[in-house]
């Protein structure tokens, strides 16, 4: 039996998790906030369906879900007070999983039904994400999944302008985004889901449109997960109980943090200074940023830990996002050896704490529809699977049910390759 597709390839959209640099707090009482994307992202392989139905398939958190688009709810801006709403208009026939996996399906029936709206439900597809960003860590894996698939509804409807998700297509995507990390935080900031699809470094403040720092300078940083789990909204809440009882030294400390983002974007905008220098200056920054994150009592034993083991090597900590436990970052500077990073990188994981060198600053959302050289993604996946391994088993029935478990069980090696711009 020959499938029959509509007339649109396979592509692939990428985005980026995000690391707040400074800020974090202050940024929640309209103070300045510094953030980078990471050079982790989520990456979503989306392939045409012939029986016009839409599958999103999530091998990292177990969730494989088959929806019958025209049982989807048609959502408008006034169907719901708030997206956080929408789990009661979940079709009957779909099982909410519990954990990760409940936000995603809810924030897929949200956007779906946004964006789809009054266009053509008869685009089959099916959506397959895999993110090389730990869940819930603080990182960003939230927004660089809702990037994700903003852009990928946005694109099967046709209401990208540019091939590849350009500049003038960025600000919609982002928009959507925003309202998928509604779905499942009520009122996030916004900061994640900008960096995811920007990219770069931005100045952050609530409420305005994110400035890109169009920095030529990009960091190379040690982010430690400490796996202490934290609770972000308990964490928020206790500064501003802080504040509630000492306000005018509440206060001194969140202009200190505004003061910081200020510095550091003047020096991630500064041109012609040697990179040595800027470094040192960055380092005094980190180190009073979390000094005045510990008054703020939002700093953890382990995160101390952190700080403690980096300084011992002259090298600049701060704990990153809410505290409490969570990640910690730490400046690599240009001139260290890469063997003096492997030591710190042992102590922190003898101490149950995971590693991860990236480098902040790297390109926001993007569509390909080649990736790393290959004509087709259909061609680099199947060289992927025969390099790495992985499972073609087409338990779908759909034309391209092999390419996307292929996919779905490649090593996260094989998806760290990919790097669609
Ligand atoms: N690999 C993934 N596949 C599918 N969905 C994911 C993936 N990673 C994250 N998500 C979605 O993001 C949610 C986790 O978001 P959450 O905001 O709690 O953590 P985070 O974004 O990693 O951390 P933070 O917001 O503090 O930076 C999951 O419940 C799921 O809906
Ligand atoms: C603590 C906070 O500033 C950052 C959490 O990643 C909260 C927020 O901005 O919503
Ligand atoms: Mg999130």
Redesign the pocket.
């Known amino acids: 039996m020959v499938a029959m597709h509509r007339e649109w390839s396979p592509f692939v959209v990428s985005a980026p998790g995000k690391l ?1 640099l400074f ?6 009482y309209g103070k300045a ?1 510094i953030a980078g994307s990471l050079d982790m992202r989520a990456y979503a392989l989306v392939t045409p369906r012939a029986d016009n139905k839409a599958r999103m398939v999530l091998p990292d958190i177990d969730v494989d879900v088959l929806f019958d688009s025209h049982t989807l709810p048609l959502l408008q801006s006034t169907s719901l007070s708030h997206p956080s709403e929408v789990e009661a208009l979940v079709p009957d026939s779909i099982n909410i999983p519990e954990g990760p996996g409940r936000t995603a399906v809810l924030t897929f029936v949200y956007l779906y039904g946004c964006i789809f709206a009054e266009r053509d439900r008869n685009t089959g597809f099916t959506i397959c994400v895999r993110s090389l960003l730990p869940v819930g860590a ?1 990182l960003g894996s939230s927004a660089a999944f809702n990037v994700a698939l903003s852009a990928t509804l946005l694109q099967l409807t046709g209401q990208l302008r540019e091939e590849g998700a350009g500049a003038g297509d960025r600000k919609l995507i982002n928009q959507w985004a925003f309202h998928g990390e509604q779905v499942a ?1 009520g ?3 916004g ?2 889901n900008s960096v995811a699809t920007y990219g770069g470094f931005l100045k952050y403040v ?1 409420g305005e449109p994110s400035v890109n720092l169009e920095s030529s300078h990009a960091l190379r940083v040690l982010i430690t997960n400490t796996n202490v789990p934290k609770s ?1 909204k308990a ?2 809440a206790g ?1 501003r109980a802080l504040r509630d009882q000492h306000p005018s030294v509440v206060d001194g400390i969140l202009d200190s943090i505004h003061s910081i983002s200020i510095s550091a974007a003047a020096l991630f905008q500064s041109v012609g200074e040697d990179e040595a220098y800027l470094e040192r200056r960055m380092q005094d920054i980190i180190r009073i940023n979390h000094g005045l994150l510990f008054t703020l009592g ?1 700093s953890h034993r382990s995160l101390e830990r952190v700080r403690e083991i980096t300084a011992a090597r002259d090298l600049a900590s701060k704990l ?4 409490g436990g969570g990640c910690a970052l730490t400046l690599i500077p240009g001139g260290i050896a890469g063997d003096d990073v492997e030591v710190v990188v042992r102590e922190m994981e003898s101490e149950g704490f995971c590693c991860y060198q990236t480098v902040v600053g790297g390109g926001g959302v993007a569509i390909a529809r080649s990736v790393d050289g290959r004509a087709t993604v259909e061609q680099w996946l199947a060289e992927a699977i025969a390099r790495h391994g992985g499972s073609s088993a087409n338990s779908d029935g759909d034309a391209y049910g092999g390419a996307v478990a292929g996919f779905a069980t490649l090593p996260a090696a094989a998806i760290s390759e990919l790097k669609p711009q």
Not at 23 to 28: D, N, P, R, S
């Open positions: 707040i800020g974090e707090h202050a940024v929640v906030a603080g935080h009122t996030p900031s900061i994640d609530k972000t964490l928020v500064v939002v990153t996002g809410a505290g």
